[in-house]
């Protein structure tokens, strides 16, 4: 369900040696995704096959990594049990899932709202009406709904909150969001399950300030979840506890295990480079519970390192360099953690992949231009 295709043409041509499969069921952004993958020269394999279609398929390799954004929570259980599938054939013994969906704990309160939303769209709008047109009539109809005083707007006070957040919102995006008729807000005990049948393991969260546990719970709730050992029952707790509204898991098949020296040499390897100017002002990130500055005499060391490389840098050269008196080890992994959380510094392929994707990226980048 790649969309317009443009995040697999990015990757095709960041790492034109891999191959890259997709399918879209639109046809129209099939097309798409093809004159973007033209344009770089380079070679993926695109499809525009429904999830039943592309899993029955004997023509697949056994694949690395397998990408479903925005997928999950909005197809129907017959399309997920498919999915679910495809990852049990398809997905090659160490590989890689990365799933976003909505989760049941941030939505429980809105549920109500979002069945009022898509009922008055589909039951008392035209069949010719555009489906914006109907989202904004939806909306519309809802808060004539709201200013009547109903009692469970009092018994759920974020529910007016959520309304007025919508009506300030893209009509496209919450069409696709709010009025598709397999809307389905996922618990991570029901995600687990269905990962289960395709023998695949929670392995964590793929936002990485997810990781800043002061930016996300108090100190008595990373307590408690210490003590859960069972990582359903963890998470679930977890997403109780913030509210969580969106959850990007990865899965493994057959999840390696990295002791501490492990974890440090791999860290450490990592190559990142500076993705934005240098800051101005100090930075600041935000998670479900807090918000927090980053200190400048922590960042500027760290970005201004990053500023002055003609080249990636492995981010044990960078700590190599700032690390010292009054700069612990320990502040630079936090900080260097937020950085990357915030895409502020991004994480960078090895030298030989990047001296292989400059051709086509270089071409991939003018003809995004010239459409522009």
């Keep these: 369900g790649f969309g317009q295709g443009v995040c697999l043409a990015f990757n095709a041509v960041a790492d034109p040696a891999r191959e890259w499969w997709g399918t879209d069921f639109n046809p129209a952004h099939v097309q798409h995704a093809r004159s973007l993958i033209d344009a770089a020269g380079v070679h993926a394999h695109l499809f525009d096959d429904s999830f039943e279609q592309f899993a029955s398929r004997t023509d697949l390799p056994q694949f690395s990594y397998i990408a479903l954004h925005g ?8 399309n997920r049990s498919w999915i679910v599938e495809f990852l049990r054939r398809n997905l090659a013994p160490g590989g890689v899932v990365y799933v976003s969906y909505n989760a049941a704990a941030g939505w429980a309160a809105s549920v109500p709202l979002q069945q009022l939303l898509s009922l008055y769209a589909s039951r ?30 009092a018994q759920s006070p974020g529910l007016q909150k959520r309304l007025d957040t919508l009506r300030a919102q893209d009509p496209v995006y919450l069409t696709h969001e709010y009025l598709n008729a397999n809307w389905h807000p996922c618990s991570f005990a029901e995600m687990a399950a269905s990962m289960d049948a395709a023998k695949l393991t929670y392995a964590g969260s793929a936002s990485l300030l997810d990781y800043v546990g002061a930016l996300q719970t108090t100190d008595a709730q990373r307590a408690l979840l210490r003590e859960i050992g069972d990582p359903v029952l963890r998470q679930t707790t977890r997403d109780f506890l913030i509210g969580q509204a969106f959850r990007r898991d990865l899965w493994v098949r057959g999840l390696p295990r990295l002791g501490p020296h492990g974890q440090s040499v791999a860290w450490r390897r990592q190559q990142v480079v500076l993705a934005t100017t240098m800051p101005k002002e100090p930075i600041r990130v935000k998670g479900a519970r807090a918000e927090a500055t980053l200190p400048e005499r922590v960042t500027t060391p760290i970005l201004g390192a990053l500023d002055q490389a003609d080249a990636p840098m492995e981010i044990g050269e960078i700590e190599r360099r700032v690390v010292g008196p009054g700069f612990s080890t320990t502040q630079f992994s936090d900080a260097m953690v937020m950085l990357l959380g915030s895409g502020r510094v991004e994480a960078a392929a090895p030298e030989p992949r990047l001296r292989a994707a400059a051709t086509c990226s270089e071409r991939l980048n003018a003809y995004v231009i010239e459409r522009s």
């Design 71 to 78: 997928i999950w929570s909005w197809v129907s259980e017959e």
């Design 124 to 153: 008392a709008q035209a069949p010719g009406v555009p489906p914006t047109q109907r989202m904004q009539a939806a909306l519309d109809f809802a808060q004539r709904v709201f200013a009547l005083d109903p009692a469970l707007v």
